[in-house]
């Protein structure tokens, strides 16, 4: 089965750093991504792991440790239009490459 | 580039009509289609993956005759609710798997909000 867990809501200050963590259990791995989601909009890629370690790119920095089943998605100088949904989703090796998406992370930024 | 349209991008229809939703990547050629549905404040869940000229393979408890998916082309998906009920108003998206992406990934369409009365 696909289990993938995140908090679903934090909230930060603008400015700070926020870290949103991910775990996840699934019958298959073939790479994690982040994606942003505005309310009322579609999800936008942010980030891909596949690998151990950390991929860091601008403000956003996400990380991977396949042993343990866990990532986390780590926010640099909050800006208010950060203010979104963060969803994790573990890519599916077979064929299709489908993705599971976890429940997501409500961010909300203040100023 | 790699831009995924849907349309319309809002729907209100009445209970037992059918509506039909259109997924088209506009700059590259998808394969692979996915469809998902999204009920305020949860996350995707995956209905079917299309794949361009064959069957739709649909998830656990998506009814296949109910929700209709059609890729004709590798451009273009559809999906057509059919005999629509209250319980469908969802937020619906389409997404497309490019093969030239960086790392495969999906690209998501804007989302059509579909409310039935």
């Known amino acids: 089965g696909q289990n993938i867990d995140q908090p679903t809501e934090m909230t930060a200050t603008e400015g700070a750093i926020v870290q949103i963590n991910c775990t996840y259990q699934t019958s298959g791995f073939n790479g994690l991504f982040w994606y942003q989601q505005h309310a009322g909009e579609a999800p936008t890629f942010l980030s891909y792991?596949?690998?151990?370690g950390l991929e860091e790119k601008g403000r956003f920095s996400s990380f991977l440790s396949r042993s343990k089943g866990y990532s986390y998605l780590l926010l640099k100088e909050l800006q208010m239009k950060d203010s979104a949904s963060y969803l994790c989703a573990v890519r599916d090796p077979g064929s299709a490459r489908q993705l599971t998406f976890g429940s997501g992370t409500q961010l909300t930024v203040l100023p | 580039g790699a831009v995924v349209s849907q349309h319309p991008s809002w729907v209100i229809c009445k209970s037992g009509t059918s509506v039909k939703i259109e997924c088209r990547s506009l700059d590259f050629q998808a394969t692979t289609m996915f469809w998902y549905r999204q009920f305020p404040k949860q996350s995707l869940m995956l209905m079917a993956t299309?794949?361009?000229?064959?069957?739709?393979?649909?998830e656990q408890g998506v009814e296949k005759d109910k929700f209709l998916i059609n890729h004709a082309s590798l451009t273009l998906s559809t999906l057509t609710v059919t005999s629509a009920h209250p319980e469908d108003s969802s937020f619906y998206i389409c997404s497309a798997r490019s093969r030239l992406a960086v790392f495969n990934e999906q690209f998501f369409g804007p989302g059509t909000r579909l409310t039935v009365l």
């Open positions: 299309s794949n361009e000229g064959s069957k739709a393979t649909y």
């Open positions: 792991n596949v690998l151990d």
